[in-house]
């Protein structure tokens, strides 16, 4: 089994259902840098979806990451170590597409997560 991801979880709902995040500030700045860099603006978005509904990145069950090029991959990886510290680590699924609607995004991540019991 990977230390990256969790090939199955059980998750008790409630859901959350977190859109895709690009890698695009609150002030509308596209993150300068590599994938890696993009990778930690999309997870700081993430967690800031989460946050409104007491959740945050420990919560994450399931991550998509749509990626521009493959090899970037390692950067990903780098970021996510950083940012789900947590184990297990949610499940995933990665996805190398041609583009993204924006062409200075290099990838796209969207999330699942459980809210918080009271």
Do not use: C
């Not at 991801?5 to 700045?29: C, I, K, M, T, W």
């Not at 499940?91 to 995004?105: F, I, Q, W």
């Amino acid at each position: 089994m990977s230390e990256r991801y969790s090939p199955s979880l059980v998750a008790e709902g409630p859901l959350v259902f977190v859109s895709g995040q690009v890698p695009e500030a609150p002030d509308g700045s596209v993150a300068e840098g590599d994938a890696a860099e993009q990778a930690r603006q999309a997870f700081r978005n993430i967690a800031a979806a989460l946050a409104p509904h007491g959740a945050d990145l420990r919560h994450v069950v399931k991550l998509t990451y749509y990626l521009r090029h493959i090899a970037d991959l390692d950067g990903v990886r780098s970021a996510l170590e950083e940012f789900l510290v947590h184990r297990p680590r949610p499940a995933s699924t990665l996805v190398e597409v041609a583009g993204l609607v924006d062409t200075r995004y290099l990838l796209e991540i969207d999330a699942v997560a459980t809210l918080p019991r009271a």
